[in-house]
């Protein structure tokens, strides 16, 4: 009887399908690239985000004070905003809301720029217009603006 050497056919079919699985993963990839346009960007939806200052005397953003968003967009019938803001490069103030009228809990669209976290000083915010896709997080537009401390 001749002995058959599995081991190395084994080993030749498992870099086999590691080697199709790269070449697909890079193929994929790539067509995301080419079909995202502008270098893997995505492309321009029409999509709007802007800040609305609910009690601002100064027309600015202060610690302590409520905005809100103007939403707009046809890429979804759910957008959601989430606004981080950032000290030094500290997260010190974090909230979602979506922007649809079924959403459960429509006061959280007003955003009350104060948090435990946030005790003094003045903050780099990033609101972000967003809505799920599946598992993925598609993002339509981000808005930054500063948040001054008193």
Known sequence: MKSVG?????RRG???LLATSVLFSVSVLGAAAVTAGGGGHPQSTNSSLSLVLLNSADGLAHWGQQV????STTATAEPNVSLNCYQTGVLVYGAVAGFYPSYPWPWTQIFTLSSPSWTSG???CTATLYYF???KTVTLATLSFGA???
């Open 68 to 71: 809100t968003f103007n939403v």
């Open 122 to 124: 003045a903050a780099d």
């Open 148 to 150: 001054y401390y008193p």
């Open 6 to 10: 599995y081991g190395s056919a084994l």
């Open 133 to 135: 896709s599946g598992r």
């Open 14 to 16: 498992i870099v086999g």
